[in-house]
């Protein structure tokens, strides 16, 4: 367990000290849900009737932006083949680096959802039961995301690929955390969207690491 | 007749103590890297492995390493095969490739003492420091990998072999581990070397320049290439050029 906390240190590290991917996903989100208004128009009704869809969306697309490096550095520098050679194993390596991934993408993603909420005009009360639902989904799409990245690795434009691959995947969990905000917003109870969200995250987190570890090994071959 | 078990389990231990391949097949791809390569390496031993360019030397490292998995064949560690066992095999060799894994955004220390607190050593960064002093590094320990030079570089990668001592990892795959290095540290690398062997931990090694190694073995494997059937390379050759050819690169 040690092993697995000091990895999951370095890419922390790694991921603070070139700073520009975390701060891009940020940005890229922010900026994604600020062109909504423009393209729509200033309707508050409209805009608090889209606002879940658009920050979901955004936020899917913001985490894929920076899904693409998220073994290639390492794979690139030889990095990856001593990891695969450390004692932990390949499916640990995988599961610090897909942690770590949620916690420099998807974790600020949440933070900054109240504010791009507000500008949508979602209503207050929709507040907690967004972040709920984008707790639950980020890490989802870390983790999906993650086997597709391995998967597209050492593949010639990888970065095109790998939305291909992922996004009909991330449909799944989409709708139902749509469907969670916008039942809890007519009054409804979000418990059984948020259910199978968990449900779809709890097979992720045990299934993904598992997955990415092979397309490591594979593309280590 | 065994009561204890011992007189089966180590009968063939001196004779097949330490690594051993028999028969092995290498696939990269298509190609058919080589065949029928064997050899034995007893503790202290150190292979030293020749051949023309593309005979397979990094293939054979990647096959020890576990890195990829032979076709065909056998390799063991002390008369067990390494596939019964990979995870003990991982722990006890270290693989140092024609990448140096240096990040450019941790400093050489930092970058030393991750692999040694992979190894779950205690104290990673002291012994990171220890380990650069041994190949000389120490003035830029706090220096980032991106302002390191080629050989530094490497120098920081051979330095991950300086982390642990030979009993806890005693097989060392190293290719080519003199290029971009000067003649100092040269001759450092072989002291380390020296040094290993003398613990009884073994080395296979890739090289083309000369390194002072006493008493090792030479494998030359390109002894072992298959030259393939004409007919075939040229059906290969053409399936891989068609798409190729047609491919726009950006």
Redesign the interface.
Known sequence: M??WL??LR?EL??AL??GADAAMAVLFFVLCVVMFPFGIGPEPNVLARIAPGVILVAALLASLLSLDRLFQADY????L?????????LEAVAAAKLVAHWLVTGLPLILAAPLLALFLNLPADGFPILLLTLALTTPLLSLIGGVGSALTLGARRGGVLLPLLVMPLYVPALIFAAAAIDSALMGHSARPHLLLLGGLLAGAATLAPLGTAAALRAA?? | MFPDGSGISAAPAPASAGLAARDLVCLRGPRLVFAGLHFHLPPGGALVLVGHNGSGKSSLLRLLAGLSRPFSGLLSWDGVPLADDPDAHRIRLRYVGHQDAVKPALTAVENLSVWAGLDGLPDPEPRARGALAAVDLSHVADLPGRYLSAGQKKRVNLARLALVPAVAAPLWLLDEPATALDRDSVARLALLIARHRAEGGMVVLSTHSALDLPGAQTLDVSRFSVVADEDETDGLDEDEGAPGAGDVTP
């Open positions: 040690t092993r000091r990895l370095r590290r790694l000290r070139q690139e520098d030889g990095s083949e001593l990891l695969s050679l450390s004692p932990l194993g280590l071959d």
